[in-house]
Antibody, heavy 120, light 112 residues
């Protein structure tokens, strides 16, 4: 059974940092691109960042570029999102998802999400 | 503002058919990039509902169907059920954006 479990969310002050993790199981992690998607309270889905199977090709939404860094450890079946210089508008539930959303590779499995709250 | 536009809400009585549009442009849906649809039940993570315009993953009821025409895609729910009350999002790729993977604005389906 495919499982994605996010962790690392919490309350942080503006300007602070957090590192989100996504533990994957039930599939060959290194075979898949992975993605972070977020959802602000009461709002729609926003694609945040994606990464190829080998850790290359990192792409970021303009809203997080230069502040967030996506990475992965295929040996530990884990995906990460380092979030720096956090802003109140980064407050959201963050989901990791398998796939890149392109042709043939939809986001076919999602984690349960981890909530990040940026507030003073 | 997303490049994929959906109606904010649609509603229907149990058993009825509802459709959700996803309007794009020549740089995304019109360019032939796949459209995927996701269902998000209240308080839960999104779930893949349709991929590649019209293919249902295993376990998705055949009441859900997808189609494409020109620069738009549609999701249809036939035989609407109470459990279908959820938010629905289309998603595709846009070749003009530096962050090319985009979600639609989302549609709330209400079962009357």
């Amino acid at each position: 059974e495919v499982q994605l479990v996010e962790s690392g969310g919490g309350v942080v002050r503006p300007g602070g940092s957090l590192r989100l993790s996504c533990a994957a199981s039930g599939f060959i992690f290194e075979d898949y691109a992975m993605t972070w998607v977020r959802q602000a309270p009461g709002k729609g889905l926003e694609w945040v960042s994606g990464l190829n199977w080998n850790g290359g090709g990192a792409v970021y939404a303009d809203s997080v570029k230069g502040r967030f860094t996506i990475s992965r450890d295929n040996a530990k079946n884990s995906l990460f999102l380092q979030m720096n210089s956090l802003r109140p508008e980064d407050t959201a539930s963050y989901y990791c998802a398998r796939g890149d959303g392109g042709n043939y590779y939809p986001f076919d499995y999602w984690g349960q999400g981890t909530l990040v709250t940026v507030s003073s | 503002q997303s490049v994929l536009t959906q109606p904010p809400s649609v509603s229907g009585a149990p058993g009825q058919r509802v459709t959700i549009s996803c309007t794009g442009s020549s740089s995304n849906i019109g360019a032939g990039y796949d459209v995927h649809w996701y269902q998000q039940l209240p308080g839960t993570a999104p779930k893949l509902l349709i991929y590649g315009y019209s293919t249902r993953p295993s376990g998705v009821p055949d009441r859900f169907s997808g189609s494409k025409s020109g620069t738009s895609a549609s999701l249809a729910i036939t035989g609407l059920q109470a459990e279908d009350e959820a938010d629905y999002y289309c998603q595709s790729y846009d070749n003009t954006l530096s962050a090319p993977y985009v979600f639609g604005t989302g549609t709330k389906v209400t079962v009357l």
